[in-house]
């Protein structure tokens, strides 16, 4: 089949203790820390790497400041990682490091590694739910969700510069096996890898023309953890980047936050699944960006969160 899921990512950043605050804040779980770097991961086991010191088995940073270094595809088997890795490694250098990631560059410039994907199994419970004739909660009422937990990774946003734009998609769809899904002329190209079922695992948007970092997905298993999370990280300190609301394309309920370690970081909920049925919706123009997004008319009121 091929890569199944991103299974982790680095990123080379300033502040460590406030990037660790960050992503502590936002519910991923510390593995290791030391003075140079540190890694967290998601309840399915994916790790997180802020690094201020990274390797030299990484390729420059495309943009200033701290950014996104390296995102790292996990493959289902063996044979099928030795394939992609002989697939790249056709016009450009592959190195493997002793953790058995092979790293190589995207067309852009970002680090690109592939690994065996090392799966971990994380129950979800989605909170029962009632409606008139559908009751699936009785004699219990619902209480705060104690700290919300990403469940993992879902999905990379890359900024990505319009000249060679068809030839930046065309390694991950030719090389590597993601199957656009939406092509957005004017905007990007929506991908899945061919072991995801989400509508889309990554995204490369030529719109603002540059190269760097727009944003990575976190599943949460519901509407209140998209809400509760990004009310957490609003009490903590954090910026928000975009309020609540449901993209148009891909259906997920998002909420969005401003990240130390470059880019945006979103919980993510609900997005649709699609399989091989579902074929690649070309849109000339770019569909809105969201079916709703929360508004309010009482922004001036000081115990507004909004
Ligand atoms: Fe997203």
């Known amino acids: 089949m091929g890569i199944q899921r991103i299974e982790s990512v680095t990123y080379s950043i300033d502040d460590l203790d406030e990037c660790v605050r960050f992503f502590d804040d936002f519910g991923l779980l510390l593995v290791e820390r030391t003075d140079e770097h540190a890694v967290l991961e998601t309840l399915t086991g994916q790790t997180l790497t802020l690094d201020t010191a990274p390797g030299d088995l990484l390729p420059p940073p495309v943009e200033d400041g701290p950014t996104l ?57 989605p909170r029962p739910a009632n409606a008139l004739g559908n009751v699936n909660r009785w004699n219990a009422a619902l209480t705060e ?88 990280m609003i009490e903590r300190g954090w910026r928000e980047a975009r309020r609540l609301g449901r993209h148009t394309i891909g259906s997920n309920v998002f909420r969005f936050l401003h990240a130390p370690c470059g880019g945006r970081v979103e919980y993510a909920a609900d997005m649709d699944r699609v399989d091989d049925s579902y074929e690649t919706r070309v849109h000339e123009t770019t569909p809105p960006h969201h079916i709703w997004a929360l508004r309010t008319n009482r922004d001036q009121d000081a115990t507004s969160t909004a």
């Open 145 to 232: 969700i104690a700290r919300v937990r990403p469940l993992r990774m879902c999905h990379v946003a890359l900024n990505i510069r319009k000249e060679g734009k068809d030839e930046a998609v065309a390694f991950y769809t030719d090389r590597l096996g993601f199957r656009p899904t939406d092509v957005v002329e004017p905007m990007g190209v929506f991908m899945q890898a061919p072991g995801d079922d989400d509508q889309h695992t990554m995204l490369l948007c030529h719109r603002p023309d540059r190269a760097g970092v727009n944003h990575i997905a976190y599943e949460v298993p519901g509407f209140d953890d998209v809400i509760e999370g990004g009310n957490f």
């Open 69 to 125: 270094r390296e995102v790292v595809w996990g493959v289902d088997t063996a044979e099928e990682l030795d394939r992609l890795v002989a697939e790249t490694a056709r016009d450009r250098p592959v190195r493997l490091s002793a953790d058995g990631v092979h790293h190589t560059v995207d067309e852009t410039g970002f680090g690109v590694g592939l690994t065996l994907a090392r799966p971990r199994p994380a129950p979800v419970t």
